[in-house]
Nanobody, 120 residues
Framework: QVHLVESGGGLVQAGGSLRLSCAAP????????MGWYRQAPGKQRELVAA???????NYGASVKGRFTISRDNAENTVYLQMNSVKPEDTAVYYC??????????????WGQGTQVTVSS
């Protein structure tokens, strides 16, 4: 059982900021592409931001320019800085670790999710 521990969610007003954190076991963090996804009620889970295995970053179109993903390798932690939040950012945010297990195979590990609610 891999434990990804998220924190930092909560209630924030539109236009405000919030920072999410996700701590992972070192054996997973150092060998995985880490990222954040979110799922709003009645919608599919979608990419928010993620590192590729090469270290570059990818962002969902709706958060580009507002959210920033970063990582602290010494702390085995990945962060999501959320600025200029909007009511449509309201969702459960999940930390993800994507670990390559073969040439074309991966294991995906998920955190328990943290609720972010943006009030208008």
């Amino acid at each position: 059982q891999v434990h990804l521990v998220e924190s930092g969610g909560g209630l924030v007003q539109a236009g405000g900021s919030l920072r999410l954190s996700c701590a992972a076991p070192g054996s997973i963090f150092s060998s995985s592409a880490m990222g954040w996804y979110r799922q709003a009620p009645g919608k599919q889970r979608e990419l928010v931001a993620a590192f590729s295995t090469g270290g570059s970053t990818n962002y969902g179109a709706s958060v580009k320019g507002r959210f920033t993903i970063s990582r602290d390798n010494a702390e085995n932690t990945v962060y999501l800085q959320m600025n200029s939040v909007k009511p449509e950012d309201t969702a459960v945010y999940y930390c993800n670790a994507r670990k390559k297990t073969g040439d074309y195979t991966y294991n995906n590990y998920w955190g328990q999710g943290t609720q972010v609610t943006v009030s208008s």
